[in-house]
């Protein structure tokens, strides 16, 4: 199953995600856990990386893309793989599309985490005291956001004229939005 989801932070994707991963046996393939650990690991473009996701500013298609390239030809993503946090644009949104007919793959659902901005920037910030991402700070929460409505609501329309869109309701508790997940996904498996 080849599966994304999609919607602003603290909508609870990264939480769903893996779940679906344990749960379906694929892969939970995070471009923020990817370039996160890219950081910690202290090299030239794990620093680089590090400077603009604390800005809140996306890292640059390129490298992005081929990041995505590459661990998506990996052999445990044969089977499937849940995709959180890309694409964020159009030009990835586009990049995706034609890796997979490259690779004679389709997505099978985008899952759509609809979250009013007060509740997810309140997810945000709390998660920001739990866990103190450097990237949590309420101006990079805010910017974050921005970018999120201009630049990454487009992949929702682009990906919603397939009409493989699950819109899902993100404010309810993680259970109920796990079995609103569980029931759309009965239906595309
Ligand atoms: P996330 O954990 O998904 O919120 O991502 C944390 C940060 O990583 C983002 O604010 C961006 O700086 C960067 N990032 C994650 N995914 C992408 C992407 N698909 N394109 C560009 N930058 C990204």
């Known amino acids: 199953m080849n599966l994304l989801v999609l919607g602003p932070q603290g909508a609870g994707k990264g939480t769903q995600a893996k779940r679906i991963a344990s749960e379906y046996g694929i892969p939970h393939v995070s471009t923020g856990d990817m ?6 690991e202290g090299t030239e473009f794990g620093k680089q ?3 603009i996701m604390e800005s809140g ?6 490298l992005t893309i081929a ?3 590459e661990r998506l030809s990996r052999p445990d993503a044969r089977a ?9 644009n159009l030009t990835q949104a586009e990049a995706l599309d034609a890796m997979l007919v490259g690779i004679g793959r389709g997505l099978d659902a985008i899952l759509f985490f609809d979250v009013p901005d007060e509740v997810g920037t309140q997810r945000a910030l709390e998660r920001a005291q739990l866990e103190g991402r450097a990237d949590d700070t309420p101006e990079v929460i805010a910017r974050r956001l921005q970018i999120y409505h201009s630049e990454t609501e487009p992949v929702a329309e682009h990906y919603r004229a397939t009409g493989k869109l699950i819109p899902l309701h ?10 609103e997940i569980t029931d759309s996904l009965q239906v595309v498996a």
């Open 67 to 69: 990041m995505i390239e």
């Open 80 to 88: 499937g793989f849940v995709l959180d946090g890309f694409p964020r």
């Open 57 to 62: 500013r996306l890292v640059p298609d390129e």
């Open 35 to 40: 370039f996160r650990a890219a950081q910690a």
């Open 170 to 179: 993100a404010a309810r508790t993680i259970d109920e939005v796990w079995s």
């Open 49 to 51: 990386v590090g400077e």
